[in-house]
């Protein structure tokens, strides 16, 4: 079963635009990390940020966790075409397991 | 990071036929892992390939649909048997190492 839930399902924006996608989660965790998928295939990590961790920032990227609210956080700022892909959160726990969110579907549209 | 190598990147498959498919990292890595992506869904974890020993499957997944293999620290292979229409997905292997996940790069199946 799904560990996370993301909303929103569908984003669409227009270049230079931020773009802002939230991940739920059920359970405790060690760590949360995003990826981002283009068409369909491999899974390109973005950032990780750990549970003692409330905010990380990787160039555009800015993330953001709550533990207390069992959610996270993906600002993509100034948004490029490029940046055309479903991001997905992905938590794990003592198992090691990654389990992943349901995913945003984010268009950026030049 | 490690590099996983994952074959066959598709294939087009008969219903009530088996594929295997392969995954092989360029190091020895902790564990391995086992996801299917539906179409326009997430990634559903399948198993965790264990060395040497039985995979240990997710609720909803089974060792007669989903056998899975991992001989050494750097290889595993998933089969889909009996495959029907509904088992057209991506599929896709993972590991972690020290230096965390990494994913092979998919196997798109169509069973028609």
């Known amino acids: 079963s799904q560990q996370g839930e993301e909303d929103p399902q569908a984003l669409s924006i227009q270049e230079g635009e931020n773009a802002t996608m939230n991940c739920s989660y059920k359970t405790s965790i060690n760590n949360l990390q995003w990826y981002r998928q283009n068409s369909g295939r491999g899974l390109v990590h973005l950032i990780l940020i750990r549970s003692n961790e409330r905010e990380k920032h990787s160039g555009r990227l800015r993330v953001t966790l709550d533990t207390s609210k069992k959610s996270s956080s993906l600002l993509i700022t100034a948004s490029r075409a490029a940046d055309t892909a479903s991001y997905f959160c992905?938590?794990?726990?003592?198992?090691?397991?990654?389990?992943f969110g349901t995913g945003t579907r984010l268009q950026v549209f030049p | 990071s490690a590099v996983i190598s994952q074959k066959p990147s598709r294939d087009i498959c008969q219903r009530g036929t088996s594929l295997t498919i392969q995954c092989q990292v360029d190091?020895?890595?902790?564990?391995m892992f086992w996801y299917r992506q539906q179409p326009g869904q997430s990634l559903t974890l399948i198993a965790t390939a264990n060395q040497g020993s039985e995979a240990t499957y997710e609720s909803g997944f089974v060792i007669d649909k989903f056998p899975i293999s991992r001989p050494n620290l750097t290889f595993s292979t998933l089969t889909v048997s009996n495959m029907s229409p509904e088992d057209s997905s991506i599929y896709l292997c993972s590991s972690l190492s020290g230096h965390g996940y990494t994913f092979g790069s998919g196997t798109r199946l169509t069973v028609v």
């Open positions: 190091s020895q890595v902790t564990m």
């Open positions: 992905a938590t794990d726990f003592n198992t090691d397991k990654l389990i």
